[in-house]
């Protein structure tokens, strides 16, 4: 491999061999805290200009891509800069002990690919992981365990995107995050208050009590956090490769965290332990798929194809719009399709998909605008349907069928991240990273500054409906379905109009879905967009509403549809890039979600 010190496997149809180095014990943690903080780049949530564009929830991470950006790099560079940037300043989100998707559009060829790096599973789970004595495990002790974490996806995502398309070596893109790491970020609101929503766990975990509660304490709003040891893990990828995570001492370490995970003495909290093994990590492989594609309004939107169900979802709700000229509609007709459509979609979601390499997915089928107009037919104007709705059949699409046995729509965690990238020949990357819940498992591996995921948890502990197959329950190496959904638009020239993604679980996909709707049938500037109020929709009994639309009086036109709601404070957190005439690019992020994103270009327009 021409960019690595050592090479990473990939499967592309069939496997190619991994390879890993270890790397050295680092030395025992610093204190992460000082009492200055260091100048912060300006969080603004729009930036048009020239030379390649970045959107990211944090600044800190969209000035480490846009540095990339200027020294040359193009987007797949500068998108592994910010997400290693991420994993310091958003740890509770993402980080290398976590996985991912990445979505590519490459300008030369005019072609988008995509990165399934997501985590899989132990050679040994079965689809008893979750349950015992034939119940399944509580959320929180399940999360809160070696057994949720699965196996690292994020730097083999990183290898497998540069060797296909970056241009910089790896050592010189973390080299920003490395810095940021060592000699710290600002804490804002954001990071204090998820830090308090886990100080209870944390506490549980030596190793995370000192990294995220420096001197036992909540780390205070303007104060500096420092993380060494992620400094010097990354100095460690930098050199050896990111085949230093799947073999060698660090593997170990992750692997001993994993079956023995290191709780405080005298802690009453339950922590089982994990079956990861040295074998799970060396054998780990992305997966180089063909994105899921569908036409809308004249344009082709590109996802992110099983196992998420990011790019299936999200299609087949937009064939399911495709009827309905939502330029025109009042506001109060374009929210109950939207709704309904985002029901019927995630109906069939959770009877088809899972990972294909386990379940026959029937992604065409479930793409197909045959289908969707067989499953459109359901929604009425004057009434609303009810969930659990039951799912159609996409090898066999009878119009309006009733369909079979209605399976409920399983929980996942909402704190993820997405940055999108452009740059300057045009080349873009949408890249949505996790750990899972809100801080991941919990477990920070003791000496090398980041948090395990809890990824395995977004597999269904038991059926959803035991009268019905559930295409996602564990297996041993099987990747848990997700609902990450980094999207790519193109014109009918093969040209980028417009990226976007977020966070937010299984409201990943309404809020995608309701962002392009918004740019695309809306007319709303992609910053609009991204900011309108949302509302989620998942086959359950009642859609979820933001506040600005909770209190609004559509609420109550949709109400005497038949339409149930609950409330709920924020849901997800978008970023984007669009491209503007004259090589210029748009950036947008949120206004207020997560305390606003952050949007950089290269040399904004005067």
């Given at each position: 491999m021409r960019r690595f010190a050592v090479r990473y496997g990939v499967v592309v149809a069939a496997a190619t061999t991994v390879l890993s180095v270890g790397a050295a014990a680092p030395p025992p943690t610093a204190p992460p805290l000082a009492p200055a903080p260091p100048a912060a780049p300006a969080k603004v949530p729009v930036a048009v200009g020239h030379g390649g564009a970045v959107a990211s929830v944090d600044a800190d991470a969209s000035a480490a891509g846009i540095e990339i950006l200027r020294r040359g790099g193009n987007a797949v560079d500068a998108a592994v800069a910010v997400a290693a940037a991420l994993g310091v300043t958003e740890p509770y989100s993402a980080g290398i002990g976590g996985g991912g998707y990445l979505v590519h559009y490459d300008a030369r060829s005019r072609t988008v690919s995509t990165v399934d790096g997501r985590e899989t599973a132990p050679a040994s789970a079965g689809t008893g992981l979750f349950t015992e004595n034939g119940a399944p495990l509580p959320f929180e002790e399940a999360m809160t365990s070696g057994r949720s974490v699965g196996t690292p996806g994020t730097p083999a995502t990183w290898a497998t995107a540069l060797d296909a398309w970056g241009s910089k070596p790896l050592g010189e893109l973390l080299a920003p995050a490395e810095r940021l790491a060592r000699k710290g970020f600002t804490v804002d609101s954001t990071y204090r208050a998820q830090t308090a929503a886990n100080e209870a766990r944390f506490r549980d975990f030596p190793a995370s009590a000192d990294l995220f509660l420096p001197g036992g304490r909540l780390p205070e709003v303007g104060s500096v956090a420092r993380n060494p040891d992620l400094a010097r893990t990354y100095a460690t990828l930098a050199k050896e490769g990111v085949g230093a995570l799947y073999r060698g001492p660090l593997a170990r370490d992750i692997v001993r965290t994993v079956r023995t995970p290191p709780v405080r003495e005298g802690a009453s909290r339950v922590v089982r332990s994990g079956d990861l093994t040295e074998r799970d990590l060396a054998g780990y492989r992305t997966v180089r798929r063909a994105p899921t594609k569908v036409a809308y309004r004249g344009l082709d939107v590109y996802g992110m194809a099983p196992s998420s169900s990011g790019g299936t979802t999200v299609g087949e709700a937009l064939n399911i719009l495709e009827t309905t000229d939502l330029s025109v509609a009042p506001q109060e007709r374009y929210l109950h399709r939207f709704i309904e459509a985002s029901r019927i979609a995630f109906a069939d979601r959770g009877r088809w998909v899972g990972d294909p390499a386990f379940e026959p997915v029937p992604v065409r089928g479930l793409l197909s605008q045959r289908f969707a107009d067989s499953r459109a037919c359901l929604i009425r104007d004057d009434a609303a349907l009810t969930s659990p709705l039951a799912p159609g059949d996409p090898r066999n699409p009878v119009p309006c069928a009733p369909g079979g046995t209605a399976a409920p729509t399983t929980y996942e965690g909402e704190n993820t991240t997405h940055l999108t990238?452009?740059?300057?020949?045009?080349?873009?990357?949408?890249?949505?990273?996790?750990?899972?819940?809100?801080?991941?498992?919990?477990?920070?591996?003791?000496?090398?500054?980041?948090?395990?995921?809890?990824?395995?948890?977004?597999?269904?502990?038991?059926?959803?409906?035991?009268?019905?197959?559930?295409?996602?329950?564990?297996?041993?190496?099987?990747?848990?379905?997700?609902?990450?959904?980094?999207?790519?638009?193109?014109?009918?020239?093969?040209?980028?109009?417009?990226?976007?993604?977020?966070?937010?679980g299984a409201t990943i996909v309404t809020t995608v879905l309701q962002t392009l709707t918004g740019v695309v049938d809306r007319g709303l500037p992609l910053v609009d967009a991204i900011a309108a109020p949302r509302a989620s929709q998942r086959n359950q009994a009642t859609t979820e509403l933001e506040p600005a639309l909770w209190n609004s009086p559509l609420r109550a036109r949709l109400e005497a549809l038949g339409h149930g709601f609950r409330q709920n404070p924020e849901i997800g957190a978008a970023t984007g890039v669009q491209r503007l005439p004259g090589g210029r690019w748009l950036a947008a992020a949120e206004t207020v979600r997560r305390g606003g994103g952050s949007a950089m270009v290269v040399r904004p327009d005067k």
């Open positions: 990238v452009a740059d300057r020949w045009g080349n873009v990357v949408a890249y949505t990273l996790t750990i899972e819940s809100t801080g991941g498992s919990g477990i920070t591996v003791p000496g090398r500054g980041f948090l395990l995921n809890n990824e395995l948890t977004d597999f269904s502990f038991v059926p959803a409906n035991p009268a019905v197959h559930d295409p996602n329950l564990p297996g041993p190496g099987k990747r848990p379905r997700s609902s990450i959904s980094p999207t790519i638009v193109l014109d009918r020239h093969d040209r980028p109009v417009l990226a976007l993604g977020s966070p937010g």
